[in-house]
């Protein structure tokens, strides 16, 4: 496939159908998840394919080496939560003396790979649901076949992937820091540029390795071996043992009424809490009263954020090591405490650590109804710059998000426990069938862009379309603006600038469809079937119909 053909189908168009409908951020993952769905393929099968092509696609996002979070709805009536298949690799069993002495936690390089990856995990936990639940008929090296024809014949390199390059150029001179980066990335000792063809036959290799021989041979099998060599000669502490004893966790998705009907996300360690927490504390302080678009809007927004973001940063952390307060933090009463603390009339302060990282997310439902919605990341963009051995993979830094050892908090790192994690993809559902999935990447922007497109979507009735061409904002510091303030693209006008300073928020302008302000992804499900959905106008992606 050319640039060209490429950049014709990426685009933020909404699309609908009656037999299926996906949306990515990449134009190739889309049209891989809608071929299984024409091919008679089921949701979750739509998804793993897309999820393989964005592994190829846009590897400064996302890869095998990275994690993986799923919501999987069998478009059922009843009161059954989603399925929620959290795919987080755990810390080493045996990390370096350093760091159990309380040394700072790297951010990059080898030091930084201090987590397994559950991104592959992920995919067979969803695959095997698939199989067992819904009669899913496709095989496993079937849905992994286009992004193994990617990587081998190459893809045009996107926007994004060329931002990106440029935007961390001087960093990627450290060849010690990002160990192995260069033979893959850099081919001819430079960055591909936008349009650019970009192969990638070591991972193609790898990738067929993994169709051939299932998914648990990136834990267990040759393919394993080589990965934990390749990361142990780097430098890391991860072992053949500590990737063998990697295994995701499959409970009931977290939810919470809202409106007519539940808001569903993923538990901790993700922040997905922090969403419900936004939305329940906007319910309470209520939006009839408020103008699309006004200042009030995005000042109570951005208060309820605030809020939330307290708790999320005081309490959430692996529930198998310390005890996360989930039901307090969703309560009644604790959420009218917190909107009662909202003033209409002054900004309060933000005295928020900033949290980093790059991610992907993607969506896709069947002609049954049947959806699913999922994020998947390897934390900063680029993850850790560390390639693991001659297996084209790009290893994740998501160790870097634990707080150092010897600090009180309950994120505090330590042998086989999983990190705090940002991501959080959603659903909306009435009467158990999903009506609406979403997601978005962005780190601490995620549960901000959500309660912008989902108070968009529930409260003023927008289509996907819709929510997401409307401005949105970010507050506090991001990965390439250092400014602790409050960030609104410029298309919400000079008068809700002015009004939103006279309130005391410390305001700067975005361009609009700024790529700060989150890359999302909407499809909407209507009670007679018919799904539209669109993918960002911020991203490279697309919403494509059966």
């Not at 159990?100 to 649901?129: C, H, N, Q």
């Not at 192995?180 to 036959?201: K, N």
């Not at 949105?472 to 919400?492: I, P, V």
Request: glycine share 10%; aromatic share 8%; proline share 5%.
């Amino acid at each position: 496939m050319t640039a060209r053909d490429v950049v014709n189908i990426a685009s933020s168009a909404p699309a609908s159908g009656r037999a299926g409908l996906v949306t990515s951020p990449h134009a190739l993952a889309s049209m891989a998840g809608r071929d299984v769905l024409q091919q008679g393929g089921n949701a979750i099968e739509a998804a793993i394919a897309i999820a393989a092509m964005l592994c190829v696609t846009m590897p400064h996002f996302t890869g095998l080496g990275g994690d993986g979070f799923w919501l999987v709805a069998d478009g059922t009536s009843g009161s059954k939560a989603p399925l929620a298949i959290s795919g987080i690799g755990q810390a080493a069993r045996h990390l370096p003396s350093g760091l159990l002495d309380g040394d700072a936690i790297a951010v990059r390089g080898p030091a930084s790979t201090l987590t397994t990856a559950a991104t592959v995990a992920a995919w067979e936990a969803a695959y095997r649901v698939s199989r067992e639940q819904w009669g899913g008929t496709l095989s496993w090296a079937s849905l992994l076949a286009p992004a193994i024809a990617a990587a081998e014949d190459g893809f045009a390199t996107s926007r994004s992937q060329d931002f990106w390059y440029s935007y961390r150029a001087g960093e990627m001179a450290d060849a010690a820091t990002w160990h192995g980066f260069a033979q893959t990335f850099l081919p001819d000792g430079r960055a591909p540029t936008a349009g650019e063809s970009f192969r990638q036959p070591a991972l193609a290799a790898t990738l067929r390795q993994l169709a051939d021989g299932g998914p648990r041979e990136f834990y267990e099998g040759e393919l394993a071996a080589r990965l934990a060599d390749g990361l142990q000669a780097a430098g890391s502490p991860l072992t053949r043992e500590d990737l063998a004893a990697t295994r995701v966790h499959v409970s009931d998705a977290l939810t919470m009424p809202y409106g007519d009907g539940v808001l569903a996300t993923l538990p901790p360690p993700t922040q997905g809490v922090t969403t419900l927490q936004i939305m329940g504390i906007l319910a309470r302080l209520g939006l009839k009263d408020c103008a699309h678009g006004s200042a009030t809007y995005y000042h109570r927004l951005v208060e309820a954020v605030k809020q939330a973001f307290i708790d999320r940063d005081r309490y959430i952390a692996d529930p198998e090591f310390v005890d996360v307060p989930v039901a307090t933090m969703l309560s009644d009463r604790h959420l009218r405490a917190a909107a009662s603390r909202i003033d209409d009339r002054v900004a309060l302060d933000w005295p928020h650590r900033f949290r980093e990282g790059d991610t992907v997310y993607f969506a896709a439902t069947d002609s049954a109804g049947r959806a699913v919605s999922v994020l998947q990341t390897i934390y900063f963009d680029w993850g850790s710059g560390v390639m693991a051995g001659d297996t084209g993979v790009l290893w994740h830094n998501r160790g870097a998000a634990f707080r150092p050892v010897g600090s009180a908090h309950p994120n505090v790192l330590m042998p086989g426990k999983r990190p705090f994690h940002t991501l959080n993809p959603g659903m909306y559902l009435k009467g158990g069938k999903a009506r609406l999935l979403y997601g978005t990447q962005g780190a601490d922007g995620q549960p901000q862009t959500l309660s912008a497109l989902l108070t968009r979507l529930i409260d003023y009735g927008m289509s996907p379309h819709e929510a997401l061409s409307h401005p949105r904002f970010l507050l506090g510091r991001t990965f390439s603006d250092s400014r602790d303030n409050l960030k609104l693209e410029s298309d919400a006008g000079e008068a809700v600038f002015a009004a939103l300073a006279a309130r005391g928020h410390a305001v700067a302008s975005l361009p609009k469809h700024s790529p700060l302000a989150g890359q999302a992804g909407v499809i909407a499900i209507a009670e007679d079937g018919l799904a539209s959905g669109a993918h960002d106008p911020r991203s490279d992606g697309a919403a494509l119909a059966v």
